[in-house]
């Protein structure tokens, strides 16, 4: 063991200055050259899980694995006058919109929604936060909303829009909004859900539609929708939360 | 014959230089791995058992959080409010730490500003960095294991019949601050360093990957392995837990072993034996 004072006090020092240097990740702008080479591994993160996951379904559950209410997260009661319009009238004059590069727009009512063949599935919804929750969804796979409308050729991504402020900023509110790969979007537990653990769902969970994507984590699943786009080009970094650093792919 | 002998004892170039490498490449990535995780864990400092976290029932293992201080008489206005509690609820366990888990610098926080990436909460980056060190860690995983295989060192970690018949001896020698300076390592470094290598660093990135929903698409067996995500996501803190005791009794033995003979063999490679010592024995 060291006596010497001066190499004592090194070996303290040492620590600090390791713990004082990780200062460095305080100050990593959204494109910076530091964050630049450390967001490159999302890239090999994102193609290495994308093709794994190809072609498999996301574990499915059994109905004694539903043990709780379906955890809601983020916004949970849109403040929204269109929304609460929309919610007050019983979604009388909702309608879902699919337009962008596809042949047929389409503009469908929750009951057209809801008499179209569905698909119920039990999994586990996870969010990027760490925590876990199963619950049985039920709704019309995007897959065969897609097909109606008939994608062009240029059709890469599927962007959905939002009826919840999420933000409010200095240069407006910011809506919350999505974007998939036609992949994911074309996969067949990708679907539009209205229906939770038996019932419809509820206003917290995104009333009356939301996503389910069930091989990413929760916040590439918008609630509150009203809008799908087809496009060719990703629009700015292809959603809200990317928008603030997180992931567009975010399969881990 | 790279033998230099001195009275001292002789020196003898123990480390090959990607022992070394791999070396300094995961202390590095294992510090910004564990200071970005707990940034991770910090936005949810609760682990659970099974697939998902219990909201409406109770499958917790571990909650850290902050509760108000009871109830006293009333502030006057426009004082400060009265600092929390911070509480770490292990197996149903309630202990105060206050300053260091759950409540620090004024906030709510289940660890501490100074032991997270970034020092505020930022998730987004946590996960950015978390996630590019952890391809380091598996690049690097796999360098060490292609380089020992070739060089030979990946013997000198297994441990054998003859290693583990003196395990009593070795045990009892390090109790006893009786370290011997040898050109192979001691069964208990063996031990060590052959866990670290292929239990716990492979099994971080299993659990790691356990908790990734594409990830369970492709090997769904996996999660039965673990016994579901949220277990996974309990097992990868619990091996940070033992890697940080790795890492901590380590540095403790080096610097007990004495700190300039133990860098030098880990920085150049070149190591002082015991007197006496035969600089060939493998």
Redesign the interface.
Known sequence: ??ADPIRRRL?LAAPAL??SG??V??R?PRDGGL?D??????T??DLT??N??DG????E?TRA?I???M?PNGVTSPPDEDYLRHLASGWADWRLTVEGAVERPLALSLPELMARPSRTQIT?H?????????AEWTGVPLSRLLSEAGLRPEARFVVFRCMDTIERGLSGNVLYWESLALRDALHPQTILAYGINGGALPVPNGAPLRLRV????GYKMPKYLRGIEVVADLPGQGGY?EE????WYA?? | MDIERTGRGPLVYRQNVWTRLTHWIWAVALFLLLLSGLQIFNAHPALYIGEQSGFAFDNAVLVIGAEPHEAGPLEPRGEPPPPAVGTVTLFGQRFEATGLLGWSGGEARAFPSWATIPSYQDLATGRVVHLFFAWVLVATLLLWLLASTLNGHLREVIPGWRDLRALSGDIADHARLRLHYRRRYSVLQKLSYFGVLFLLLPGMVLTGLCMSPSFNAAAPWLLDVFGGRQTARTLHFVEMVLLVLFVVVHILMALLAGPLNELRSIVTGWYRLSPGEDPDAR
């Open positions: 063991m060291p070996l390791l713990l990780c200062k990740f305080d990593l964050r080479v450390l967001e490159s591994a999302n090999l993160t899980l994308g794994l996951a498999h379904l996301a574990p559950y694995d043990r709780q209410p955890r586990r996870d969010c990027v936060e760490g925590w876990s929750c199963i069930e091989r990413q984590l939360w603030r650093g997180y992931d399969g881990i």
